[in-house]
């Protein structure tokens, strides 16, 4: 007779993330961040921001949705009020993905609204550290 009678623990649930990110490069080391923390995930990756605002149009609702700033196209502000006008998508933890510093970007998205400014480090160990913390904290707001 086994005294060890609690059920096991079921797995977290996949967090549906949404990246919108031209460099494949930035969504790997994400992908890395994310698999660092165990946070079980399915990505949808947009590579510009006209694609992102169609898969919206089409109505995509992620858990977690992450936007780079500079993309061709349409860049990550013209995203952001994309999101910001979406009733489906109020409550859904957006955070801006970029190696920008500058204080006219932050100032910029902070006018409209974002749950977090995750600034992209360039050394591997504060990248993974970093941006696996912002997720996971945005992903326990959603």
């Known amino acids: 007779m086994s005294l060890d009678t609690a059920p096991a623990a079921s797995p977290r ?3 549906r993330i949404m990246i919108v990110e031209d460099d494949p490069g930035d969504v790997y080391l994400l992908e890395k961040a994310l698999r ?49 006008s979406r009733p ?4 859904v933890p957006v955070g801006v993905f970029t190696s920008s510093e500058a204080p006219s970007d932050r100032s910029r ?3 409209i609204g974002t749950g977090r400014y995750i600034h992209k480090p360039l050394e591997l160990s504060e990248f993974l550290s970093e941006v696996g ?8 707001r959603g």
Do not use: K, W
Not at 88 to 91: D, E, N
């Open 36 to 84: 660092s923390r165990q946070i079980s995930y399915e990505l949808t990756c947009f590579e510009d921001g006209e694609d992102a605002i169609h898969g919206l149009d089409a109505g995509l609702v992620p858990d977690l949705i992450l936007v780079d700033l500079n993309m061709p196209r349409r860049d990550g502000v013209d995203v952001l009020r994309a999101i910001r």
């Open 109 to 111: 998205i902070s006018l």
């Open 133 to 140: 913390q912002a997720v996971e904290e945005l992903l326990a």
């Open 13 to 15: 649930p996949s967090a």
């Open 88 to 91: 489906a998508l109020v409550g």
